[in-house]
């Protein structure tokens, strides 16, 4: 699907330009899900809108979507603060809602629908807990597809990971395969 790859370029690029917002965030261990709500459906809406694409905000209990006649890419959001080096929810909390997510993503594509959650989590040490890997490969095995995987550095040993993954296909979830 050409529209998907087009989209997760455009979230990339919010992602990339952000660092000063995402930084805040962090230092404040606040989530800034309705912020990049905000980003993205402005950059989508600036890339996507025309007489054949439209670009909606929570339509169908979906967060974000764009629409071709013969392509739509579904967008759930997830943003949050970690809990490492301060006190704060369990990162598996979060991660559980990320899965949620693309489960409730699964059940809404078809041939011409394609789900992604995009999720968003700070501040994460460089060099990497080993249990940070594990967490992504939680939710990794959950999906149809990891489309990409970003970090933004936030200040001195600290970054900002985005996370864009697929979700099964209606059929491959039934049968347990993907």
Request: hydrophobic share 45%; with cysteine.
């Amino acid at each position: 699907m050409a529209l998907l790859e087009a989209v997760c370029d455009e979230i990339v690029q919010v992602f990339q330009s952000s660092q000063p917002r995402i930084a805040l965030c962090s230092a404040y261990r606040i989530s800034c899900e309705g912020w990049l709500k905000i980003e993205l459906l402005l950059r989508l809406d600036e890339v996507f809108s025309s007489d054949i694409c439209t670009v909606a905000c929570e339509a169908n209990r979906v967060d974000l979507s764009v629409s071709l006649p013969d392509e739509n890419v579904l967008i759930e959001l997830k943003t949050f603060p970690t809990n490492y080096g301060a006190p704060g929810k369990p990162i598996t909390n979060f991660l559980d809602s990320v899965i949620a997510d693309l489960q409730k993503l699964t059940a809404r594509c078809d041939e011409h629908t394609v789900g992604i959650a995009v999720w968003l989590a700070y501040p994460i040490p460089t060099p990497e807990p080993s249990a940070w890997a594990t967490h992504v490969q939680r939710v990794d095995a959950q999906a149809g597809a990891m489309l990409r995987g970003e970090k933004n550095a936030l200040w001195k040993n600290k970054a900002a990971h985005l996370y864009i993954m697929q979700c099964r296909s209606a059929g491959a979830a039934a049968v347990g395969t993907y």
